[in-house]
């Protein structure tokens, strides 16, 4: 099981906006980070802290979070947005990381 | 460019040992803390272990605790992750993750990974 809870399946029209989500405790005290991971590829950041991008992450993907919630939005999915998307944060002791059990997003 | 290479996974009997390696380049090795995550085929991520930058405070998930252990050689800018009493649920992907907490913390550049197979 998972500290971090992720719905496992989302899908989106191409070009219109979904959101993944993450809840947890440790978001209570931590921000999530997300990541974008393709088929047979390494995992890759995508938002971090309060709704920020490492540099060459297209500003479609944005973040929030809410009390025990952490969310990932994007705005106008692309065709090459298709892909898992895991959260993480510290836990709630601060010494280790947890990661939620992955989105897998469809786009139509 | 900041690059993270693991090697050294491979075939493994259960009961067995292993030692990967991930080799940095790009950044100052030895002011950044590291992390070994694993993803057992078509499951998400889990974090397995981290170690701060000058080597002196490890921390390990529960489901290893005992049987690996990190370690790190600043001078080869080389992480390493030392698996003893391996089991079929060790069975992933393992991959090295440079932790970046200016700001806030996260898990900012990640290697390619190396698959163990214990069977």
């Known amino acids: 099981s998972y500290e971090l809870t992720q719905d496992p399946a989302v899908s989106v029209a191409l070009g219109q906006t979904v959101r993944i989500t993450c809840q947890g405790d440790?978001?209570?005290?931590?921000?999530a980070a997300w990541y974008q991971q393709r088929p047979g590829q390494a995992p890759l950041l995508v938002i971090y802290?309060?709704?920020r991008r490492p540099s060459g992450i297209p500003d479609r993907f944005s973040g929030s979070s809410s009390g025990n919630t952490a969310s990932l939005t994007i705005t106008g999915a692309q065709a090459e947005d298709e892909a898992d998307y895991h959260c993480?944060?510290?836990?709630?002791?601060?010494?280790?990381?947890?990661f939620g059990g992955g989105t897998k997003l469809t786009v139509l | 460019e900041v690059q993270l290479l693991e090697s050294g996974g491979g075939l493994v009997q259960p009961g067995g040992s292993l030692r990967l390696s991930c080799a940095a380049s790009?950044?100052?090795?030895?002011?950044?803390?590291m992390n070994w995550v694993r993803q057992a085929p078509g499951k998400g991520l889990e974090w397995v272990s981290s170690?701060?930058?000058?080597?002196?405070?490890?921390n390990y998930a529960d489901s290893v605790k005992g049987r690996f252990t990190i370690s790190r050689d600043n001078s080869e800018n080389t992480l390493y992750l030392q698996m003893n009493s391996l089991r079929a649920e060790d069975t992933a992907v393992y991959y090295c993750?440079?932790?970046?907490?200016?700001?806030?913390?996260?898990?900012?550049?990640w290697g390619r990974g190396t698959t163990v197979t214990v069977s």
């Open positions: 802290g309060k709704n």
């Open positions: 790009g950044f100052t090795f030895s002011n950044v803390d």
């Open positions: 993480n944060s510290r836990d709630i002791s601060g010494n280790h990381w947890v």
């Open positions: 440790p978001l209570r005290s931590y921000y």
């Open positions: 170690i701060s930058g000058g080597g002196r405070s490890t």
């Open positions: 993750a440079k932790e970046n907490s200016v700001v806030t913390i996260r898990m900012d550049v």
